[in-house]
């Protein structure tokens, strides 16, 4: 594990944190009706400006990589909490809650978004837009050291897909940006208005879910702004690396990648089921596969935006959707979950395996996975860490299920939904998680959130390793 001075990155870090603070003040510009709000933006902005500089002039002392990663986004939660609690709205618990969920890209909410200001609608988009980045990301465009790699991968991001890690951080930031652009003029020319093209676009590129609607895209009742949405998702929950091939034009690397290849197994394999599940219970048919294609796409991806509400749905096409949620998205893109890769590992694996047992050993051939350009054998290590990982997640899932279903007195699948939904950082709700969901609840959501974002592995190495 590389170790780093502690100064001047974890000062540097709550300066920016606090910068991120001030970016909602612009929207003042355009609703100016709401300049009394602007203090609750700034007073905590400042405060964490300052806190950074203090922090810069310190004695240096040694951290690791997770340990920094870790305080960076536990800093976060908490910085962008204050702005929802000085509100006066919500209390301590659900501020941090909706902070959680935007920074995590989650998408769960305790707001009535219809009642809510301007300007807390962008910062919680812009939360989440920055939170798909995320914190080491955004500091390494503008700084970088040598121990910057370290830093990079210790928040999630496998792939170096520039010479140095500081372009590699642009070209994400730019791409991001891009589509950006085009997500929210798409939305605006198909009749959505643009502040709400905004959001919705920020919050669908970073698979976040939040929507300034209560019945998020539902609302618009536009099958073109739901297709839009649903290319959002795609791009949000795809490698970053497969991106820059698209953007090269080599879309036939781009399909023969491997986590592709199972998204797309996968949609042709549940889009019909769920279908099928909702057709059966009396739904039309052209609307059965219109709701199934959507929602499976928002599960799948982690982003957790809905067309319907999902109480009257049959328990089987529920079924099907907690399985997606916990599969997720790719690895190393906005996503949550397991991930394609991990999940697609594993099965390559266990099918080779069932061949080793029906046939002889000389007649089987090597499991191999594609990642980008890059084709190679899978390796023992890799089907060890995916196995971890999944074996690890499924265990707190388990956990989390029993635990939210006894504190909320729900039913086990309604359990297992939501806590599937915080878990994986999607977003989706049966309609748990609420304004009047008990702060137990909304902290078991919480660390459920945090695990899912951070992933497992890089808490464990923050809070067991010791410091050298």
């Not at 290590?381 to 279903?405: D, M, P």
Request: proline share 3%.
């Amino acid at each position: 594990m590389l170790h780093h001075d502690e100064i001047p990155v974890t000062g540097r870090m709550m300066i920016l944190e606090g910068m991120i603070l001030l970016v909602p003040l612009l929207i003042l510009l355009f609703y100016p009706g709401e300049a009394g709000l602007f203090w609750q933006f700034l007073l905590p902005a400042v405060i964490s400006i300052l806190l950074g500089l203090l922090v810069c002039c310190r004695k240096k002392r040694k951290l690791t990589s997770s340990r920094i990663v870790v305080f960076a986004w536990m800093y976060g939660f908490v910085l962008a909490a204050v702005p929802f609690w000085l509100y006066g709205n919500v209390n301590p618990i659900q501020a941090l809650f909706e902070s959680v969920s935007g920074f995590t890209t989650t998408g769960l909410s305790v707001l009535d978004v219809e009642r809510t200001p301007h300007i807390f609608l962008f910062y919680r988009g812009f939360l989440q837009y920055v939170g798909g980045l995320g914190f080491v990301l955004m500091m390494l465009i503008f700084i970088q050291g040598k121990d910057s790699v370290g830093l990079f991968q210790a928040e999630g991001h496998p792939d170096k897909l520039m010479p140095n890690i500081g372009k590699t951080a642009k070209v994400i930031a730019m791409m991001y940006g891009f589509f950006l652009v085009v997500g929210t003029i798409l939305y605006t020319v198909f009749g959505m208005p643009v502040f709400d093209s905004l959001v919705h676009t920020m919050c669908a590129l970073s698979t976040g879910g939040f929507s300034n609607r209560l019945d998020s895209i539902g609302a618009y009742h536009s099958l073109p702004i739901e297709w839009i949405t649903i290319l959002l998702m795609l791009i949000g929950t795809t490698n970053f690396s497969l991106l820059l091939l698209l953007f090269k034009g080599r879309f036939r690397d781009f399909f023969k990648s491997s986590e592709i290849r199972f998204l797309a197994g996968l949609t042709v394999v549940t889009v019909p089921l769920m279908s099928l599940f909702l057709i059966h219970q009396g739904t039309a048919v052209g609307e059965g596969i219109e709701l199934s294609l959507f929602n499976a796409f928002s599960a799948l991806s982690t982003t957790g935006y809905s067309t319907c509400s999902y109480q009257n749905w049959p328990q089987t096409a529920l079924a099907v959707m907690i399985l997606l949620m916990v599969i997720g998205g790719g690895v190393g893109s906005t996503a949550g979950g397991v991930k394609l890769g991990r999940v697609c590992m594993l099965l390559k694996n266990l099918a080779r395996n069932i061949k080793k047992k029906m046939i002889p050993d000389r007649t089987v051939t090597l499991a191999y996975y594609r990642r980008g350009t890059e084709k190679a054998p899978l390796e023992p290590a890799q089907v060890e860490e995916a196995s971890t990982y999944a074996e690890s997640y499924l265990l707190i899932y388990v956990a989390g299920t029993i635990a939210l279903t006894f504190f909320s007195g729900c039913s086990l699948l309604e359990g297992a939904f939501e806590f599937a939904s915080s878990l994986g950082t999607v977003g989706l709700s049966i309609g748990i998680t609420n304004a009047s969901t008990s702060s137990i609840c909304l902290l078991i959501e919480i660390m459920g959130m945090i695990l899912g974002r951070l992933e497992i592995f890089v808490l464990l190495q923050a809070f067991c390793k010791k410091k050298v």
